[in-house]
Each structure stands twice: as C-alpha cells, then as structure tokens.
C-alpha cells in the first residue's frame, strides 16, 4: 500500500518560516517525481514545486520561486518543503504528492500524481 504522510503545517506569523515533512512508503521513492501542492479555501490546487529524486532536479512554478524549497532525503523516503518568509496568502493546505516522471523534468501537473497525501495546513497569520 502507498502511503504519503504530512507533518509539520501550523500557525505562524507573516515572515516566519515553516518546514513540511512528508513520509513516502510502499512505492520506489527515486523512480518517482514527487511534488508539493496547496489549495487555499475556495481556490484550486495550486503546484508548488516537484522534484526527481533521482538526480535531484528540481522544478518551480514562477509564482513560487524564491520563498520555497524543495528537498529529499532519498535513504528515508522522505520529501520536505522549507518555507521561508511566509505570507497570509500562503495560508493553505499542503499535499504532497508522487507520480510518474513524464520526460526529463518534474512537471507541478496534479493530473501527473497517482498518490497523495492527507494534506497538512498552514495558516499564515498577518
């Protein structure tokens, strides 16, 4: 069974950081492209940024650029989001999410990812 499990969402103040963790088990981590996501209360799910464990490559959306990191630690199966310099927009819930690479890059395409987490919130007050 896959499983994807969050941590680490919470209360913070605007400009404080956050670091999501996300547990990945019952697939191989580096034949997968994992991604995090967010979706605010009535908004779409919105790509943060996605990443190949197997070399480490790495993709941003432009309206993510900057503020947010994307990591792995492959012999743990684990997946992180270092949020820096938080905003009250970013308040949201966080997915993290595995797929099948299509091609060289990692994509932000939820149609992309089979498995997904539970989701953990955030909630960035200003």
């Known amino acids: 069974e896959v499983k994807l499990v969050e941590s680490g969402g919470g209360l913070v103040q605007a400009g404080g950081s956050l670091r999501l963790s996300c547990a990945v088990s019952g697939l191989s981590f580096s034949d997968h492209e994992i991604a995090w996501f967010r979706q605010a209360p009535g908004k779409e799910r919105q790509g943060v940024s996605c990443?190949?464990?197997?070399?480490?490559?790495?993709f941003y959306p432009d309206s993510m650029k900057g503020r947010f990191t994307i990591l792995t630690d492959n012999a743990k199966n684990m997946a992180f989001l270092q949020m820096n310099t938080l905003k009250p927009e970013d308040t949201a819930v966080y997915f993290c999410a595995a797929g099948s690479p299509i091609g060289w890059m990692c994509a932000t395409r939820a149609a992309e990812y089979n498995y997904w987490g539970q989701g953990t919130q955030v909630t960035v007050a200003s």
């Open positions: 990443i190949l464990p197997s070399d480490g490559s790495t």
